[in-house]
């Protein structure tokens, strides 16, 4: 890993162990983007970027210099106005009217570490000698309008990060229209675009398009980053697959709305976008004042989507996740939300706690309904009393008895929302998102609380905070569960409404970093009605999501794949739930079920004491199992074998395997059954050739065989009978044959 600067040609060279990425400082004062790709062994790129005489239609900023068109330049920051007619990605209103934007570069920084950024999340270094990051001052000569681009590469990962801030140097106010994070300009464009995308119970269904002339886009205007469009998206050069294919991948460190886009130009090349939406949004920046945009995590893989997911996965792991539990494994719980839904009292759910914890569970979480008068989706939330009627020896009574049991226990809030039929809502109507004189609009029976104000922001940390400091509560699942509509803030002045939705961000994590900060030990997993917020901001602070409302294991085989290509297991919260399955209604087997949900942080969410003493017998030892390959799945890299988005989608296989190879694990889910069909075999990958494995099927045989015949045989897979079937084998490396 290694930042250089080559002066005689202006070049900066950002590398990584198997990365480079080149910028120049071009005539002009422009800096142009060179290169990114794999490690390039040179920095002597003089012959790049390439001038071409375009015409007039391409115009020349410097009019002696014909060759010289911004229309066609790689830059890594473009304005708007000065030749370059493709998407910019700052544009901005002067207080003359005025829009031109022309960054000339003028100055550089190299040093060690990553500096934070101011009020946002961020990838982090835990010392100076983890990264080594890049600083380029960007300034507009005429408005003193400036941009600084922060870069840094890891020493040990294969990314790049980058972010910029944007400073008013001017005497006058300057109105920010577009701010956007990161800009490439790729030469080609004979790429595929990769997105993920979906709704609510169907998050990130896996979307592919060839690249077109013209600009392609996905986008949230949400308020969230969303169950439409994950805020990722990845070129891939035509016939990518899991293991071979470049791949160029970006992922915004952000949670609400933004915009990814990719804009192919008539000389075919492609600018790749990403940052806060431009949509409804502007920003206010006095004299002075730096407004920072948030971070954006790019991948480039030589070795197709499994090398882009293992280099998030790895990433994410050690240098986005935080705290105390980014390193252990997570409990297994038990969550009582399907299996009683709003209908409880303390004696249903001791009932539950005292089933979960005989097979085994470790953490037991009481879901919606505990507080105010809270027996429907209807009313309460803001009020963040316990509810006596159900739990008369309060949370904290509740918390001591699952404690009593040998298990943790964690609680359900809604945080950023009131109902209107709440005691917060009656005394406070003016906290809510809102737009003078317009009805407001509700999202199951719901307000969004405006968090653009410090004040809504403060109540939250200190009614939340006390809740959490009453007792033993060691873990909180954090909702949110319905898109901001009527976006505006009482508290803003008019000429500031449409900055409403990035403070209400800035707002979000104010109080997430609070409470974070003041209860370390608490396990915090964010959810927006299942992955509507399945984001690295969110991961910053809360180092699992859960993944997806929709618990069948079908539908998740889909859901869990899409996410993977970009989120650790750790991730991603996968339950077993009962069957017919509460949102598809399809009956799986107790088995399959276990097999889908093993992929991610494991637990259950269905009445167990419904279930019968063979069930229970089986889950018992489905917990034990998932014990034994728990630090591999949340901790080992991860291998697709089989995506459910190729061919018919009838199956579906993935590994994982331990980061010093000796142990790994694999699973086989069928989907419908086929009458004779043909003889399959699932063939395993990055084993050691020589070495020889143990592999042992859940609930079955083990047989020896050596890392060659996993990989290039495969397992012979059993003729399927029944729809939904599903295998999983444990895979041990022998030792003694390597002499060790
Ligand atoms: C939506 C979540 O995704 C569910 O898991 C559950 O917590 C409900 N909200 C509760 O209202």
Same mark, same amino acid.
């Given at each position: 890993?290694? @930042?250089?600067?080559?002066?005689?040609?202006?070049?900066?060279?950002?590398?990584?162990?198997?990365?480079?990425? *080149? *910028?120049?400082?071009?005539?002009?004062?422009?800096?142009?983007?060179?290169?990114?790709?794999?490690?390039?062994?040179?920095?002597?790129?003089?012959?790049?970027?390439?001038?071409?005489?375009?015409?007039?239609?391409?115009?020349?900023?410097?009019?002696?210099?014909?060759?010289?068109?911004?229309?066609?330049?790689?830059?890594?920051?473009?304005?708007?106005?000065?030749?370059?007619?493709?998407?910019?990605?700052?544009?901005?209103?002067?207080?003359?009217?005025?829009?031109?934007?022309?960054?000339?570069?003028?100055?550089?920084?190299?040093?060690?570490?990553?500096?934070?950024?101011?009020?946002?999340?961020?990838?982090?270094?835990?010392?100076? +000698?983890?990264?080594?990051? *890049?600083?380029?001052?960007?300034?507009?000569?005429?408005?003193?309008?400036?941009?600084?681009?922060?870069?840094?590469?890891?020493?040990?990962?294969?990314?790049?990060?980058?972010?910029?801030?944007?400073? /008013?140097?001017?005497?006058?106010?300057?109105?920010?229209?577009?701010?956007?994070?990161?800009?490439?300009?790729?030469?080609?464009?004979?790429?595929?675009? @990769?997105?993920?995308?979906?709704?609510?119970?169907?998050?990130?269904?896996?979307?592919?398009?060839?690249?077109?002339?013209?600009?392609?886009?996905?986008?949230?205007?949400?308020?969230?980053?969303?169950?439409?469009?994950?805020?990722?998206?990845?070129?891939?050069?035509?016939?990518?697959?899991?293991?071979?294919?470049?791949?160029?991948?970006? /992922?915004?460190?952000?949670?609400?709305?933004?915009?990814?886009?990719?804009?192919?130009?008539?000389?075919?090349?492609?600018?790749?976008?990403?940052?806060?939406?431009?949509?409804?949004?502007?920003?206010?920046?006095?004299?002075?004042?730096?407004?920072?945009?948030?971070?954006?995590?790019?991948?480039?893989?030589?070795?197709?989507?499994?090398?882009?997911?293992?280099?998030?996965?790895?990433?994410?792991?050690?240098?986005?996740?935080?705290?105390?539990?980014?390193?252990? +494994?997570?409990?297994?719980?038990?969550?009582?939300?399907?299996?009683?839904?709003?209908?409880?009292?303390?004696?249903?759910?001791?009932?539950?706690?005292?089933?979960?914890?005989?097979?085994?569970?470790?953490?037991?979480?009481?879901?919606?309904?505990?507080?105010?008068?809270?027996?429907?989706?209807?009313?309460?939330?803001?009020? %963040?009393?316990? /509810?006596?009627?159900?739990?008369?020896?309060?949370?904290?009574?509740?918390?001591?008895?699952?404690?009593? *049991?040998?298990?943790?226990?964690?609680?359900?809030?809604?945080? +950023?929302?009131?109902?209107?039929?709440?005691?917060?809502?009656?005394?406070?109507?003016?906290?809510?998102?809102?737009?003078?004189?317009?009805?407001?609009?509700?999202?199951?029976?719901?307000?969004?609380?405006?968090?653009?104000?410090?004040?809504?922001?403060?109540?939250?940390?200190?009614?939340?905070?006390?809740?959490?400091?009453?007792?033993?509560?060691?873990?909180?699942?954090?909702?949110?569960?319905?898109?901001?509509?009527?976006?505006?803030?009482?508290?803003?002045?008019?000429? =500031?409404?449409?900055?409403?939705?990035?403070?209400?961000?800035?707002?979000?994590? =104010?109080?997430?970093?609070?409470?974070?900060?003041?209860?370390?030990?608490?396990?915090?997993?964010?959810?927006?009605?299942?992955?509507?917020?399945?984001?690295?901001?969110?991961?910053?602070?809360?180092?699992?999501?859960?993944?997806?409302?929709?618990?069948?294991?079908?539908?998740?085989?889909?859901?869990?794949?899409?996410?993977?290509?970009?989120?650790?297991?750790?991730?991603?919260?996968?339950?077993?739930?009962?069957?017919? /399955?509460?949102?598809?209604?399809?009956?799986?087997?107790?088995?399959?079920?276990?097999?889908?949900?093993?992929?991610?942080?494991?637990?259950?969410?269905?009445?167990?004491?419904?279930?019968?003493?063979?069930?229970?017998?089986?889950?018992?030892?489905?917990? +034990?199992?998932?014990?034994?390959?728990?630090?591999?799945?949340?901790?080992?890299?991860?291998?697709?074998?089989?995506?459910?988005?190729?061919?018919?989608?009838?199956?579906?296989?993935?590994?994982?395997?331990?980061?010093?190879?000796?142990?790994?694990?694999?699973?086989?889910?069928?989907?419908?059954? @086929?009458?004779?069909?043909?003889?399959?075999?699932?063939?395993?990958?990055?084993?050691?050739?020589?070495?020889?494995?143990?592999?042992?099927?859940?609930?079955?045989?083990?047989?020896? =065989?050596?890392?060659?015949?996993?990989?290039?045989?495969?397992?012979?897979?059993?003729?399927?009978?029944?729809?939904?079937?599903?295998?999983? %084998?444990?895979?041990?490396?022998?030792?003694?044959? =390597?002499?060790?």
């Amino acid at each position: 890993m290694n @930042i250089d600067y080559l002066e005689d040609q202006h070049m900066f060279h950002l590398q990584t162990k198997h990365m480079s990425y *080149l *910028l120049r400082v071009v005539r002009g004062n422009q800096l142009a983007h060179c290169y990114w790709g794999p490690r390039l062994e040179t920095s002597a790129l003089d012959y790049l970027p390439q001038y071409i005489h375009r015409g007039s239609f391409s115009p020349n900023p410097l009019p002696e210099d014909t060759n010289l068109s911004y229309d066609q330049l790689p830059r890594e920051f473009p304005g708007y106005g000065d030749t370059d007619f493709r998407s910019p990605a700052l544009e901005v209103e002067f207080a003359d009217g005025s829009s031109v934007t022309h960054l000339e570069f003028v100055g550089y920084r190299i040093h060690r570490g990553k500096p934070k950024l101011t009020g946002l999340p961020a990838t982090y270094v835990e010392t100076n +000698e983890d990264a080594v990051s *890049l600083e380029v001052d960007l300034v507009d000569p005429v408005s003193q309008l400036s941009a600084t681009l922060l870069y840094t590469v890891f020493t040990e990962h294969d990314v790049l990060v980058r972010s910029v801030s944007v400073q /008013n140097g001017g005497a006058e106010p300057v109105l920010l229209r577009r701010i956007l994070s990161a800009s490439v300009d790729f030469p080609d464009s004979a790429y595929d675009l @990769i997105q993920l995308s979906g709704t609510w119970g169907r998050e990130r269904d896996v979307v592919t398009r060839r690249l077109v002339p013209g600009t392609q886009s996905i986008e949230s205007r949400r308020g969230a980053s969303s169950h439409q469009q994950n805020p990722f998206f990845a070129l891939a050069e035509s016939g990518t697959t899991l293991r071979h294919g470049q791949v160029f991948a970006f /992922n915004l460190v952000y949670s609400g709305s933004f915009l990814a886009s990719v804009e192919v130009d008539a000389f075919a090349q492609a600018r790749a976008q990403i940052g806060i939406n431009p949509f409804d949004f502007h920003w206010y920046l006095e004299p002075g004042e730096t407004f920072q945009a948030p971070e954006c995590v790019m991948v480039e893989s030589s070795d197709g989507l499994t090398g882009m997911a293992q280099a998030f996965h790895r990433f994410y792991r050690k240098h986005l996740l935080r705290g105390t539990h980014r390193d252990t +494994e997570r409990p297994i719980l038990v969550n009582n939300w399907e299996a009683t839904y709003f209908q409880f009292d303390e004696d249903t759910l001791l009932d539950l706690a005292g089933v979960a914890a005989e097979v085994g569970a470790e953490l037991f979480v009481l879901d919606d309904g505990w507080f105010g008068k809270r027996d429907s989706d209807r009313s309460s939330l803001g009020d %963040w009393d316990v /509810n006596l009627e159900k739990l008369p020896n309060g949370i904290v009574g509740l918390a001591e008895r699952v404690h009593g *049991l040998g298990m943790k226990f964690g609680l359900w809030f809604e945080p +950023e929302m009131v109902s209107p039929d709440s005691a917060l809502y009656r005394a406070h109507p003016e906290w809510t998102l809102q737009v003078q004189n317009r009805p407001q609009s509700e999202g199951r029976h719901q307000l969004v609380l405006d968090l653009s104000r410090p004040d809504v922001c403060d109540h939250l940390i200190e009614r939340v905070g006390n809740v959490l400091a009453s007792g033993p509560i060691d873990y909180v699942k954090w909702d949110m569960n319905r898109h901001m509509t009527e976006v505006g803030s009482l508290a803003l002045p008019a000429h =500031r409404q449409r900055e409403t939705a990035h403070r209400y961000m800035l707002g979000l994590y =104010r109080v997430l970093e609070t409470l974070t900060e003041r209860f370390p030990h608490v396990l915090m997993e964010s959810c927006s009605g299942g992955g509507g917020r399945f984001d690295p901001g969110m991961l910053y602070y809360m180092p699992q999501t859960w993944t997806s409302d929709n618990t069948d294991a079908v539908a998740r085989l889909r859901i869990q794949y899409g996410t993977s290509l970009v989120y650790p297991a750790v991730t991603a919260g996968a339950h077993v739930s009962a069957v017919p /399955n509460h949102q598809v209604g399809r009956m799986t087997d107790l088995r399959t079920r276990a097999h889908v949900a093993m992929a991610g942080n494991f637990g259950y969410e269905l009445d167990l004491t419904a279930l019968p003493k063979s069930d229970l017998r089986e889950i018992r030892s489905q917990i +034990e199992w998932y014990k034994t390959i728990r630090p591999v799945v949340q901790f080992g890299d991860y291998y697709p074998l089989k995506s459910p988005f190729e061919g018919e989608g009838n199956d579906s296989a993935w590994m994982y395997l331990s980061t010093d190879g000796r142990v790994g694990v694999v699973t086989y889910v069928h989907v419908l059954a @086929i009458a004779n069909d043909a003889a399959r075999r699932l063939c395993l990958t990055a084993l050691e050739r020589e070495a020889r494995y143990r592999l042992e099927e859940m609930d079955g045989a083990s047989v020896v =065989r050596s890392g060659s015949e996993l990989m290039q045989i495969g397992i012979l897979l059993p003729v399927v009978r029944g729809d939904f079937q599903s295998w999983m %084998w444990r895979l041990e490396r022998l030792d003694e044959t =390597r002499g060790e």
